[in-house]
């Protein structure tokens, strides 16, 4: 079953300009934890939040997690159009590091 | 540099056959994982691995079993193959330790006619 459901599902936007992508859940969490992925490629993990943190920054990647609303944020900053690709939250709540993923946003960077 | 591989890109297979995607980590990772990605439905989890010969179902095990007779090696096997089972498979690896990300093989596009 899915836990994590991205808004919106597809996103283009021009070169320079900011990328938002949200992703909501259902149950409670240990982490949060946003993925990548090329076209036809395996998933390249961005960035991981814990469930006792709010904001987290890693290069142009900003991530916010409120778990009152169960929800996060995936903030993009100055897009390029290597970021073009799918974007994926997964939640980890349990034991045994089991992710569940969300559908995706897929995202387009044009030139 | 971490590694995750998976043993084919694209495969093709006929109705029935058995089908063997093979995944090797070389991190010495305990965990391992195999999913399926289609198109709107982002990621399932089909079976994992907690450690050698350990396994547990995840959300989609049907019509699936698994091997892990090595540490660094997770089978995933397809016993009679469907149409339905037509998807890209991709095989994960991660440290016993919680909030640690997954890495992730390149995946296999698998194609049953």
């Known amino acids: 079953s899915q836990q994590g459901e991205e808004d919106p599902q597809a996103l283009s936007i021009q070169e320079g300009e900011n990328a938002t992508m949200n992703c909501s859940y259902k149950?409670?969490?240990?982490?949060l934890q946003w993925y990548r992925q090329n076209s036809g490629r395996g998933l390249v993990h961005l960035i991981l939040?814990?469930?006792?943190?709010r904001e987290k920054h890693s290069g142009r990647l900003r991530v916010t997690l409120d778990t009152s609303k169960k929800s996060s944020s995936l903030l993009i900053t100055a897009s390029r159009a290597a970021d073009t690709a799918s974007y994926f939250c997964a939640t980890e709540g349990g034991s045994w590091g089991k992710l569940q993923f969300g559908a995706g946003t897929q995202v387009v960077v044009t030139p | 540099d971490v590694k995750v591989t998976q043993s084919s890109r694209y495969l093709v297979k006929r109705t029935g056959e058995k089908v063997f995607l093979e995944c090797v980590q070389d991190?010495?990772?305990?965990?391992m994982f195999w999913y399926r990605q289609d198109p709107g439905l982002g990621l399932r989890l089909i079976y994992f691995s907690y450690d050698v010969k350990m396994k547990e179902k995840g959300d989609i095990p049907e019509g699936y079993s698994v091997s892990r007779e090595k540490k660094e090696r997770f089978s995933l096997i397809l016993e009679s193959a469907s149409t339905n089972q037509t998807s890209m498979y991709l095989c994960?690896?991660?440290?016993?330790?919680?909030?640690?990300?997954?890495?992730f093989g390149p995946g296999t596009r698998l194609t049953v006619t």
């Open positions: 939040i814990r469930s006792n943190e």
């Open positions: 994960a690896s991660r440290t016993q330790q919680s909030s640690y990300e997954q890495y």
């Open positions: 149950t409670s969490i240990n982490n």
């Open positions: 991190m010495d990772h305990e965990n």
